[in-house]
């Protein structure tokens, strides 16, 4: 059985498919329960280990004499995001979206502003271009599988900037800005008096309305 040290970006998904495994076995590994008790496998955080599982090829029965075809499709997952402005959907929006250095498709956002997509496993980016090939066109930089978890300041720092929240660098210095920020949400959010600080009540409340 090998160790994975996990890196910023790193999912359980990715480092399955990084070690040629499959998603379940390393997922459900006895040796993985204590970790994913406090993580969930889309949001690790670096210098965790996860164990990968031996697993054994899977043999192939096949008849002789016989020309045989194989097709391997690229591991994918499904990706949603809601983009919001001034706290609307982006309803409809034409868009185009680029993993890493894949060619662009084009899409829009739905009714409710949400896209969804899919990306390989392997992805670590995803480029949404608004508008393309026109004056006013926006690009939106997403980095796939960085998010950490609430338990973490630098995971309630991302939470917060993705919000509207601004506390700058998510660096997991709770500092004088990412305190503001959490005034700011706490009081938007009706949680009683804002205190800034990053408490059971307030993590619950920005999962809940990150939606992760």
């Given at each position: 059985?090998?160790?994975?040290?996990v890196?910023q970006?790193?999912t359980?998904?990715?480092?399955?498919n990084?070690?040629?495994?499959?998603?379940?076995?390393?997922?459900h590994?006895?040796?993985?329960?204590?970790?994913?008790?406090?993580?969930?496998?889309?949001?690790?955080?670096?210098?965790d280990?996860v164990?990968?599982p031996?697993?054994?090829?899977?043999?192939v029965v096949?008849?002789?004499?016989?020309v045989h075809?194989?097709?391997?499709?690229?591991?994918?997952?499904?990706?949603?995001?809601?983009?919001l402005?001034?706290?609307a959907?982006?309803?409809?929006?034409?868009?185009?979206?680029?993993?890493?250095?894949?060619?662009?498709?084009?899409?829009?956002?739905?009714?409710?502003?949400?896209?969804?997509t899919?990306?390989?496993l392997?992805?670590?980016?995803?480029?949404?271009?608004?508008?393309?090939?026109?004056d006013?066109?926006?690009?939106?930089?997403?980095?796939?599988?960085?998010?950490?978890?609430?338990?973490?300041?630098?995971?309630?720092?991302q939470?917060?900037?993705?919000?509207?929240?601004?506390?700058?660098?998510?660096?997991?210095?709770?500092?004088e800005?990412?305190?503001?920020?959490?005034?700011?949400?706490?009081?938007a959010?009706?949680?009683?008096?804002?205190t800034?600080?990053?408490?059971?009540?307030?993590?619950?409340?920005?999962?809940d309305?990150?939606?992760?």
């Amino acid at each position: 059985m090998a160790e994975h040290t996990v890196q910023q970006g790193d999912t359980i998904a990715s480092i399955a498919n990084a070690h040629k495994v499959a998603f379940r076995s390393v997922r459900h590994a006895p040796e993985n329960e204590e970790l994913l008790r406090t993580r969930s496998p889309e949001q690790l955080f670096e210098g965790d280990i996860v164990f990968i599982p031996d697993e054994p090829p899977r043999p192939v029965v096949l008849e002789t004499d016989r020309v045989h075809t194989f097709v391997v499709r690229p591991a994918s997952t499904d990706l949603h995001v809601r983009f919001l402005s001034g706290g609307a959907p982006r309803a409809l929006e034409p868009c185009c979206v680029r993993t890493d250095d894949a060619d662009p498709v084009e899409t829009k956002l739905d009714r409710d502003g949400w896209l969804r997509t899919t990306v390989p496993l392997a992805a670590r980016e995803l480029v949404v271009t608004f508008f393309p090939d026109t004056d006013y066109a926006e690009e939106a930089t997403l980095l796939i599988g960085h998010l950490d978890p609430v338990t973490q300041t630098r995971g309630v720092q991302q939470r917060l900037n993705n919000l509207g929240f601004d506390c700058g660098a998510e660096d997991g210095d709770a500092a004088e800005r990412t305190t503001d920020a959490l005034r700011a949400f706490q009081a938007a959010t009706g949680e009683g008096t804002p205190t800034g600080t990053a408490c059971s009540q307030t993590t619950t409340a920005l999962t809940d309305l990150h939606r992760s």
